[in-house]
């Protein structure tokens, strides 16, 4: 919204010539300009138009500049309205900031002191607007529905698990720490006709070697020394519904013999007895690392891969979706925030510096244990969360890191828009983009 282009200003004042000239001015500053003559008109103009900054004349005939402040304060507490002064109302004016008046201007102005109060209303406009968007988004989540996300590569996945959620296959879910694979898991089993049987998960990389198996095959009672009674293994008590094996890359060799049987005949013999227990199971197994690599794929079988990679599932880091970063902080920021009992705070500029330039290794599960302390008020750990600027280096190497921030800045202020960055950086287009090649900017990262 800070995008002049983008950037719509009505001026009220019953004075013609001067209304004319200042919107004269407010044009060849490159603002969408709008006049009215009068508080009756500026308000049909306000509901008609919307626009980004209302600046308006104190003294006007019948409703005056104050009485049309409180009125468009009322309709949105949060529109900017900057007041124009003669020399005896500059204490009404201060009176008017205390009640959220955004700025005042004393007659004679200059053009400048207008154009830049009128810059800066507009761009805080545009943070009130962008915070409120993705508010709505947020509380617009169906909890039930938890993988969120408005690029096009979520939202194919989301096609795709509506596509074979009710089909018999097994899924082979790919995807680093934290990016959401037992969220996948579970959708796959909740938009499936096994939704109403159970839907059980075992980390194949938290369990002990010598208590796994008997955990994901059961045992009778005598089957070893302690089995003083028979014990459902999690395939067993999985029939019916969906077994969902994390870290499966960690399954040590020995129960991958056995869990690829399982897969082959549907059936499963626990310890102490050869009976064979028929399974109407559906398999999703999770992975760390791509099971397709021979050198990523280590010690896990290759046959039991091929039985597993029916249809595999790749969910992308935060870091290769990045737009959706600030709907999924939101949607956290207002859970934790009805989880701790607080208001959802206001996202300052700290935060969404955070949000744009930090690479969150730990992925969703890092951003939303980054929201919990946003919601808490811990603004040292939410400050600790940023990248720290190296200070030291070289003076070659001081000027990159500067320019590097002072290009994402004018990128954030402008919402990724090529043009306005371009004119407020001053350089032209083919520079620009080799400066973000140089320093590995993302510009969509930074689209509103």
Request: proline share 5%.
């Amino acid at each position: 919204m800070s995008d002049a282009m983008e950037t719509r200003v009505l001026f009220v004042d019953d004075e013609a010539h001067l209304r004319a000239a200042t919107l004269q001015t407010l044009a060849l500053a490159g603002l969408v300009a709008m006049g009215a003559a009068s508080a009756a008109e500026a308000l049909e103009r306000v509901a008609e138009s919307e626009p980004t900054v209302v600046v308006t004349d104190i003294r006007m005939p019948g409703t005056d500049g104050m009485a049309l402040f409180r009125r468009l304060h009322a309709l949105d507490p949060d529109l900017p309205v900057i007041l124009v002064t003669g020399h005896g109302d500059v204490e009404l004016a201060v009176g008017a900031l205390k009640e959220g008046a955004y700025d005042f201007i004393a007659k004679p102005f200059a053009a400048d002191r207008l154009v830049e109060s009128v810059r800066r209303a507009a761009e805080k406009r545009g943070l009130v607007l962008e915070n409120r968007r993705l508010r709505e988004a947020a509380a617009a989540v169906d909890e039930d529905l938890p993988l969120i996300g408005e690029t096009p590569v979520i939202q194919r996945l989301r096609r795709t698990l509506r596509q074979i959620a009710d089909t018999q296959v097994d899924v082979l879910v790919e995807g680093e720490t934290g990016s959401g694979k037992e969220v996948v898991a579970s959708l796959l089993h909740a938009w499936s006709r096994r939704g109403s049987h159970p839907f059980v998960a075992l980390n194949c990389g938290a369990l002990p070697e010598s208590v796994i198996e008997s955990e994901l095959f059961g045992y009778e009672a005598g089957a070893f020394t302690g089995a003083a009674k028979r014990r459902v293994g999690r395939i067993e008590h999985a029939s019916g519904g969906t077994l969902f094996l994390d870290e499966i890359e960690s399954m040590p060799p020995a129960l991958q013999v056995r869990l690829l049987r399982v897969l082959e005949t549907r059936s499963v013999e626990p310890l102490g007895t050869n009976e064979r227990r028929e399974l109407d199971l559906r398999v999703v197994a999770a992975a760390k690392v791509d099971l397709g690599d021979p050198a990523q794929r280590g010690a896990f079988r290759e046959d039991l891969y091929y039985r597993l990679n029916v249809v595999t599932l790749r969910i992308p880091p935060l870091r290769e979706r990045r737009a959706d970063i600030p709907l999924l902080f939101h949607h956290f920021l207002a859970r934790a925030a009805r989880r701790f009992a607080r208001p959802v705070p206001e996202v300052g500029a700290s935060v969404r510096r955070t949000l744009a330039e930090h690479d969150w290794p730990g992925n969703v599960r890092e951003l939303s244990h980054y929201a919990e302390r946003v919601a808490l008020g811990l603004d040292e750990e939410a400050e600790s969360a940023e990248p720290a600027l190296d200070v030291g280096g070289s003076l070659a190497e001081r000027v990159e890191r500067f320019e590097g921030e002072a290009i994402r800045e004018t990128l954030r202020r402008h919402r990724g828009e090529v043009r306005a960055s371009l004119e407020a950086l001053g350089l032209p287009r083919k520079t620009f983009y080799d400066k973000l090649q140089r320093h590995g900017i993302d510009r969509r990262s930074f689209e509103a």
